[in-house]
C-alpha cells in the first residue's frame, strides 16, 4: 500500500508518500505562493503514485467539522490568497481516497505520540514556536477536534514586569503568540533570536511567557508530556529557565512528572508533522475499510 501526507506550511507544503511500514518513498518541498500555484505541483506530485490514502496537516484556522458546510477549508488564515480555501474538496477532485485532515501542529503531536517522544503515553500536547505560536493535542492517543481545533498559542498571559512590548498579535496584540513567537524576539531587541546571546535577558521573558502556557496546559489538559518543537525552541538555554518558572507559578500546587521528563524538545524533528500525516492517512484508511 501507499500512503500520501501534506504537511501544509505558510512557507512550504511537504508532501511525501511512504509504504506501510512509514518507509518515504517520495518527498517534496513545495513553496507556498497562490493556491493555484502551489496546488498544481501538489496534483503532480501525488498523480505519480496510487495512493491509498492521504493525510494532511495544514497551517491555519481551518474548518475541521465535519458538520459544517465549509468543513475541510482554510478559513480566515492571514494568508489572504488561501482565505476561504476548499483544500479538502480539491484534493477529493483529483484523488478519491480516504482523508485524514487536521492542523499542522496537530499532525506533529500525533506523529510525536505514535513515534516520537510521547512514544508509549496516551497524551501529549505539541507547541511549536517560531515564526508563530501553535499547539496541537491528541488525548487517549486521539487528535482533540471540537467544534473547531485548538488554538492554544493564542492563550492570554500575563506581561513582565520589566516587558513594555505591545504585542504584535493582530487579534489579541499581547497573547503568548504576540509576545512570544519568534516576531515578537526579534521586535523586541532588534536582532533575531538566534543572533541573540545565550545569557540575553530575551530569554527570561521568553521563558515567562512559556512556563504560563505551559502551567495553564498542565492545569487543563494534564497531558502525559509536553513537547516543543519550532525554531525558537532550538535554544537550549531556554528549558532550564522554563522549568525554574514553571515550578515558580505552579508552587506546588500540583504534583507533575520530573520536569525534565515532562517538559520535553521533539524527537522527530522537522518529521514529525509529516510522520503524523502519515500515520492519519493510515488511519483513515482503516475506518473506510470499517465502514465499507
Not at 492563550?155 to 489579541?172: A, I, K, M
Not at 509536553?226 to 525554574?244: R, S, T
Amino acid at each position: 500500500m501507499i500512503f500520501g501526507a501534506i504537511e501544509a506550511g505558510g512557507t512550504k507544503f511537504v508532501c511525501a508518500v511512504s509504504d506501510e511500514n512509514l518507509q518515504i518513498l517520495e518527498r517534496s518541498s513545495i513553496p507556498t505562493t497562490t493556491p493555484q500555484e502551489t496546488m498544481e505541483h501538489v496534483f503532480a506530485f501525488f498523480k505519480k503514485y496510487e495512493v491509498d490514502a492521504i493525510g494532511i496537516g495544514s497551517f491555519g484556522p481551518i474548518d475541521v467539522n465535519p458538520k459544517s458546510e465549509t468543513y475541510g477549508y482554510i478559513t480566515k488564515t492571514p494568508k489572504l490568497a488561501w482565505q476561504d480555501y476548499p483544500f479538502l474538496a480539491e484534493m477529493k477532485k483529483h484523488f478519491d481516497v480516504p482523508y485524514g485532515w487536521t492542523t499542522d501542529v496537530n499532525a506533529a503531536a500525533y506523529g510525536e505520540i505514535r513515534k516520537g517522544a510521547a512514544f508509549g503515553n496516551s497524551s501529549c500536547i505539541y507547541i511549536t514556536v517560531g515564526t508563530g505560536i501553535g499547539a496541537g493535542i491528541v488525548i487517549d492517543n486521539k487528535v482533540i477536534h471540537g467544534f473547531g481545533h485548538p488554538e492554544a498559542g493564542h492563550l492570554l498571559v500575563r506581561r513582565h514586569s520589566e516587558d513594555s512590548y505591545e504585542g504584535n498579535c493582530p487579534f489579541h496584540h499581547d497573547c503568548l503568540e504576540g509576545m512570544a513567537a519568534g516576531p515578537a524576539i526579534e521586535n523586541r531587541f532588534g536582532e533575531k533570536a538566534q543572533n541573540l546571546g545565550e545569557t540575553h535577558q530575551a530569554w527570561e521573558i521568553e521563558a515567562f511567557y512559556l512556563a504560563q502556557a505551559l502551567v495553564n496546559y498542565t492545569l487543563t489538559v494534564s497531558p502525559d508530556k509536553i513537547i516543543f518543537g519550532g525554531g525558537v525552541m532550538k535554544q537550549k538555554q531556554l528549558y532550564p529557565l522554563i522549568y525554574k518558572e514553571f515550578d515558580k507559578l505552579m508552587n506546588n500546587y500540583i504534583v507533575t512528572p520530573p520536569l525534565e521528563n515532562y517538559i520535553v524538545p521533539c524527537d522527530l524533528g522537522d518529521n514529525a508533522g509529516i510522520t503524523g500525516c502519515l500515520l492519519l492517512a493510515m488511519d483513515a484508511l482503516e475506518e473506510d475499510l470499517k465502514q465499507k
